[in-house]
T-cell receptor, first 111, second 114 residues
Framework: QKEVEQNSGPLSVPEGAIASLNCTYSDRGSQSFFWYRQYSGKSPELIMFIYSNGDKEDGRFTAQLNKASQYVSLLIRDSQPSDSATYLCAVNGGATNKLIFGTGTLLAVQP | ETGVTQSPTHLIKTRGQQVTLRCSSQSGHNTVSWYQQALGQGPQFIFQYYREEENGRGNFPPRFSGLQFPNYSSELNVNALELDDSALYLC?????????????FGPGTRLLVL
């Protein structure tokens, strides 16, 4: 079983819609959860981090964490074509503070 | 811009050669982590350096080695290059023991091994 799983997509949404990106993880001891955005040919850029169960909002982005279900999600409201990218879910893996990444979900926002 | 810099941006090597990649961490950060990202995959943790010592290592062979300097910059060295080493190498800096150990990535070095 992969440690962090994401649907590879592509996830296609129309401009202005809500994009919902999902991620599950296997280590119940994980404490910190991150969403990175990666444009083609570029490096990952931090979008959100979340440590506690519930929702965390930042502008058009909302991260949701459910530790009991080992599930973290990212909602993007009013999606724009510039949001088209691969979204990487990452989980902090223990004392070394290493990040364990999923393979990423490709989001395509159609104008 | 994260303030994390990496050099070179691109590199072409042949199988069996050695390569050194460099990373300067964000101002105020004391920890550097290195990741390898193959095409179509998520980044894979190579190792982390904190206070000039290796602080954790992923599933990479010993020919992957590193250093951290007193100014917190870091090097990744790969010996005896193999074709599968072709990837984007990412450096991330963070501030250990801060309670918020968020990692910020540099632009990466794209390595092609022929």
């Amino acid at each position: 079983q992969k440690e962090v799983e994401q649907n590879s997509g592509p996830l296609s949404v129309p401009e202005g819609a809500i994009a919902s990106l999902n991620c599950t993880y296997s280590d119940r001891g994980s404490q910190s959860f991150f969403w990175y955005r990666q444009y083609s040919g570029k490096s990952p850029e931090l979008i959100m981090f979340i440590y506690s169960n519930g929702d965390k909002e930042d502008g058009r982005f909302t991260a949701q964490l459910n530790k009991a279900s080992q599930y973290v999600s990212l909602l993007i409201r009013d999606s724009q074509p510039s949001d088209s990218a691969t979204y990487l879910c990452a989980v902090n893996g223990g004392a070394t503070n290493k990040l364990i990444f999923g393979t990423g979900t490709l989001l395509a926002v159609q104008p | 811009e994260t303030g994390v810099t990496q050099s070179p941006t691109h590199l072409i090597k042949t199988r069996g050669q050695q390569v050194t990649l460099r990373c300067s961490s964000q101002s105020g950060h004391n920890t550097v982590s290195w990741y390898q990202q193959a095409l179509g995959q998520g980044p894979q943790f190579i190792f982390q350096y904190y206070r000039e010592e290796e602080n954790g290592r992923g599933n990479f062979p010993p020919r992957f080695s590193g250093l951290q300097f007193p100014n917190y910059s870091s090097e990744l060295n790969v010996n005896a290059l193999e074709l599968d080493d072709s990837a984007l190498y990412l450096c991330a800096s963070s501030l250990a023991a801060s309670g918020e150990e968020t990692q910020y990535f540099g632009p990466g070095t794209r390595l092609l091994v022929l």
